[in-house]
């Protein structure tokens, strides 16, 4: 069996305060307080509750994140999820049905950001 195949998870009874990493892909079903850093792509399955940072490559999101999420590739936030917090990413998705409260930075991998508007008058 390749160990890379299945994705490391933590179920739903699992609780922890604190910090992880991880290299490839996570899921977590159950309760994190803390930060969560990597290179690799995070699942937060519909039994999820996050609180902290998070800074990944990218993230699909089932349950509930009240968190700042930095992500390089692409956020998704699917059906019945929440994210309260704010969101920079290079793409975003958000189906009908999840909420998402705070404020997104989406800028595609190589685009300029815009440049100020000119006030008027000047």
Excluded: W, Y
Aim: charge should be negative.
């Amino acid at each position: 069996m390749n160990p890379s195949a299945q994705p490391n998870t933590l179920c739903s009874d699992v609780e922890i305060k604190g910090s992880i990493t991880f290299q490839t892909e996570l899921l977590i079903d159950g309760k994190v307080d803390g930060e969560i850093i990597s290179p690799g792509n995070l699942t937060l399955g519909e039994h999820a509750q996050v609180q902290g940072e998070i800074k990944t490559r990218s993230i699909t999101v089932h349950g509930n994140a009240q968190a700042n999420i930095t992500v390089e590739d692409r956020c998704e936030l699917k059906t019945g999820s929440t994210l309260t917090g704010d969101l920079k990413s290079a793409r975003l998705i958000i189906e009908d049905g999840a909420t998402f409260i705070g404020k997104s930075e989406v800028t595609p991998k190589g685009a300029k950001k815009p440049e100020p508007m000119p006030e008027k008058g000047k």
